[in-house]
């Protein structure tokens, strides 16, 4: 039997050359965002579930403030990297894919931050990542999803971007097609070349209005950036909501 094609999103997440394009993501802000977060919800007990957690690095943080954390991702490359580095009794770090349930009515906070959904081919399948963070979540326990502000992304879309880091070049075309934002990246060092994709669906505010609906999730608020000012679809950098489980 012929083996399955990957999906995108588990050949370029699992690539080192991944980590090597986003290596400049501001740990600082990353950080005073979780603070605000932390600050807004009153938050100062409990446990939270780091949906798609990368390799780490927001899990760690909030676990280092004490709360129960575990987080989850598909990249089994990232999830070794943040079992090695980032050892606590208080935090767990699994391979999982998110639209699977993990821990039922478990977490009192479930965070999927920096555009961790959309990846998928159907608006259905982001659905079955709601379903799975109402099944993990104990009763009245928050979601919160920090997603890109898709019509200001497509507004502003560079099509054709160089970058040059650490001996690679990177060269990024972007565009919008089928329903996507897709981001075709070529890489060169030397004598060798790779090629990547990343393709992440045009979700609007009314589709994550369904989403919640669907599954049982009362929307609280909706945030603009990482300073939880209100969102704006028009001038927001980012599209942030806090929604909670219907008991």
């Known amino acids: 039997m012929a083996e399955e094609k990957k999906q995108w999103f588990e050949l370029w997440f699992d690539s080192p050359l991944y980590h090597i394009l986003y290596k400049n993501r ?6 005073l965002f ?3 977060v932390i600050r807004h919800l009153e938050i100062d007990f409990g446990s939270i579930l780091d949906l798609a957690c990368g390799k780490g690095r927001h899990a760690y943080y909030l676990a280092e403030k004490g709360f129960d954390v575990v987080g989850l991702d598909l990249s089994k490359e990232s999830i070794q990297y ?7 009794p208080n935090l767990e770090f699994y391979v999982h894919d998110m639209r699977l349930p993990f821990r039922i009515n478990y977490f009192d906070y479930i965070f999927n931050l920096f555009t961790s959904l959309g990846y998928f ?6 659905e079955k990542v709601f379903q799975s963070m109402h099944a993990g979540l104990k009763d009245n326990g928050y979601i919160l999803i920090d997603f890109m502000n898709t019509e200001k992304v497509i507004h502003n879309l560079v099509p054709r971007e160089k970058k040059d880091i650490d001996g690679y070049t990177f060269y990024i075309r972007r565009e919008v097609e089928n329903g996507k934002i897709v981001k ?12 990547y994709k990343e393709e992440v669906q045009v979700l609007m505010q009314h589709h994550f209005h369904t989403f919640l609906n669907n599954t049982g999730f009362t929307l609280v608020r909706e945030f603009g950036d990482y300073q939880l000012n209100p969102f704006n679809v028009k001038t927001s950098d980012r599209y942030i909501l806090l929604a909670r489980k219907n008991s």
Request: proline share 0%.
């Open 26 to 31: 501001n740990q600082e802000e990353a950080n």
């Open 34 to 36: 979780m603070d605000n």
């Open 82 to 88: 943040a079992n090695t580095m980032y050892q606590l």
């Open 121 to 126: 081919d159907s608006l259905k399948e982001n």
């Open 184 to 195: 075709n990246i070529h890489i060169e060092k030397e004598d060798n070349v790779w090629m």
